[in-house]
């Protein structure tokens, strides 16, 4: 028998005190415990839960990639992968908008982080695009809107979050591998709205990059791109885990960075460092939070009970799938994302199982929506960077989004209606 006062404390507190604007690290963790006083679950048995939940190897993983993103994204990675995407698509037109995308491609998948990429990719884009006569509204709208690719191509920290909050039913390198192709699908079909608008719009072409400086673009791009490779190929041979990968990714952008870039000296590592522990702060709290939350979840019946409701909504998987997506979507647009993955995969993960969706294309599905979440309003952190760096309102920066929000529900639709798109891979791998 589920307990009417007790799920009233553990959501309806939740929601009240994040409305208080309490951190919704804390909001979790004070929710969990409001619940276990009134059902009577001791509170050393809480803080057990939070312990056991930050207690995982995989885990480690998370502090190098956030830290090789920090080095890297202040190293000066970002500026040569945007020389590289130049000499693939800066000299067509609107150069510039596919220029943004390809890089943020480039870049997503060596930071992991929408955040990351829209920081380090947009500062340099940005005034770029302005110079050459491109509107603030679309220049904002294509940077954040490509940025989303960085929670999908691997290495991803949020995937490895997924792959914790889904209890062991999936492994790190498949889920890895189940975000390429949709990863790379978002890229194609925003560089086809990109062609699109420039067509339209008569925005300029680029200037093509002299055949003398392609050899050493080339060269230096390759080596930020490799950081990727070393992590999938790393896993996929076996040489290493997921975990030692990260470190491995982590000494590598270290390595170009000081001894072979060297923009920034040595001394800049210290301000890295402190941004990267403030990160990993936030993130590790989050997932002691949630664990905590997830076992008075268990222990109310919960899971189970909105499993029961949304497949009796329904006899038809298409409308249940619908009306999962239209859920994250709508709760991506009020949530970051990370407490979003540790609340609702242990939710929504056993209906569609149910429903026999696999855990991995799962994943993919999860991320995207959340992924969209992070550019649509009122909170989508990913916007209020791009507004910010860009100098608009944020309310522009939303408009200059809205012609690319069709093609990513397309690519949505699509991850969760094909299981191919996302499974071919992993399962041609091995996993």
Same mark, same amino acid.
């Given at each position: 028998?589920? +307990?009417?006062i007790a ?7 939740f929601a009240?005190l994040l409305l208080l604007?309490v ?7 004070v929710s969990s415990?409001?619940?276990a006083l009134?059902i ?18 995989p885990?480690l993983a998370?502090?190098?990639f ?11 990675v970002a500026?040569?992968?945007?020389d590289l995407?130049n ?6 037109r609107?150069?510039?908008?596919m220029l943004?995308v390809?890089?943020s ?11 990351? +990429? ?5 500062s340099?884009? &940005? ?8 509107? /603030?509204t679309?220049?904002?709208g ?6 989303t690719q960085?929670?999908l191509?691997p290495p991803?920290h949020?995937?490895?979050i997924?792959a914790l909050?889904a ?5 790190i390198?498949g889920?890895?591998m189940?975000?390429v192709?949709p990863?790379?699908?978002i ?10 608008t420039?067509?339209?719009?008569g925005?300029p072409k ?7 400086d392609?050899?050493?673009?080339v060269?230096?791009?390759l ?5 990727p ?9 076996g040489?290493?885990?997921?975990t030692?990968?990260a470190?491995?990714a982590?000494l590598?952008?270290?390595?170009i ?7 920034v000296?040595?001394r800049a590592?210290?301000?890295m ?5 403030k990160?990993?702060?936030t993130?590790l709290f989050?997932?002691?939070a949630?664990?905590?939350y997830?076992h008075l &979840?268990?222990v109310?019946?919960l899971?189970?009970a &909105?499993? +029961? ?5 329904? /006899?038809?998987p298409?409308?249940i799938?619908?009306?999962?997506n !239209?859920?994250?979507?709508?709760l991506?647009?009020?949530m970051?994302m990370a407490?979003?993955i540790l609340?609702?995969t242990?939710i929504?993960l ?7 969706? +696999?855990?991995?294309?799962f994943? !993919?599905m ?11 309003p009122?909170v989508?952190s990913?916007l209020f ?9 944020i309310e522009?920066?939303?408009r ?5 929000y069709?093609?990513m529900v397309?690519?949505?639709?699509l ?7 996302? &499974? ?6 091995g996993?």
């Amino acid at each position: 028998m589920i +307990d009417p006062i007790a799920v009233l404390l553990l959501f309806g507190g939740f929601a009240a005190l994040l409305l208080l604007r309490v951190p919704i690290a804390l909001s979790l963790a004070v929710s969990s415990i409001a619940a276990a006083l009134w059902i009577g679950v001791p509170l050393p048995l809480v803080g057990q839960k939070m312990v056991q939940a930050l207690n995982s190897f995989p885990l480690l993983a998370i502090p190098f990639f956030i830290l090789a993103g920090e080095v890297m994204a202040g190293g000066g990675v970002a500026r040569r992968l945007i020389d590289l995407a130049n000499i693939v698509v800066g000299w067509v037109r609107g150069g510039l908008a596919m220029l943004n995308v390809v890089a943020s491609t480039f870049f997503g998948g060596i930071s992991g982080s929408a955040v990351a +990429d829209t920081s380090s990719v947009g500062s340099v884009m &940005l005034p770029m695009m302005r110079q050459q006569g491109y509107p /603030d509204t679309y220049s904002v709208g294509v940077t954040v809107s490509s940025a989303t690719q960085g929670v999908l191509i691997p290495p991803s920290h949020n995937m490895i979050i997924f792959a914790l909050a889904a209890g062991g039913s999936v492994s790190i390198g498949g889920v890895f591998m189940a975000g390429v192709v949709p990863g790379l699908l978002i890229a194609a079909l925003l560089l086809v709205a990109c062609y699109v608008t420039a067509r339209k719009q008569g925005h300029p072409k680029g200037e093509p990059i002299p055949a003398r400086d392609v050899p050493k673009i080339v060269w230096q791009g390759l080596l930020g791109l490799l950081t990727p490779v070393i992590v999938i190929g790393g896993i996929l041979s076996g040489v290493f885990t997921a975990t030692e990968s990260a470190a491995i990714a982590c000494l590598w952008a270290v390595l170009i960075t000081f001894g072979v870039y060297r923009e920034v000296p040595l001394r800049a590592v210290v301000g890295m460092l402190r941004r990267s522990v403030k990160t990993l702060g936030t993130v590790l709290f989050l997932i002691a939070a949630a664990g905590a939350y997830g076992h008075l &979840l268990t222990v109310l019946q919960l899971p189970e009970a &909105l499993t +029961d409701a949304l497949l009796g909504l329904s /006899d038809n998987p298409v409308v249940i799938l619908l009306l999962c997506n !239209v859920l994250l979507l709508a709760l991506g647009s009020i949530m970051d994302m990370a407490p979003l993955i540790l609340i609702t995969t242990p939710i929504l993960l056993p209906v569609v199982t149910s429903l026999g969706m +696999d855990p991995m294309q799962f994943g !993919v599905m999860l991320m995207l929506n959340l992924g969209i979440g992070l550019i649509t309003p009122p909170v989508g952190s990913v916007l209020f960077v791009g507004s910010a760096i860009g100098g608009i309102r944020i309310e522009q920066a939303a408009r200059g989004v809205l012609p690319f929000y069709v093609p990513m529900v397309a690519c949505l639709l699509l991850v969760t209606f094909v299981p191919a798109l996302s &499974l071919t891979l992993p399962h041609a791998l091995g996993f």
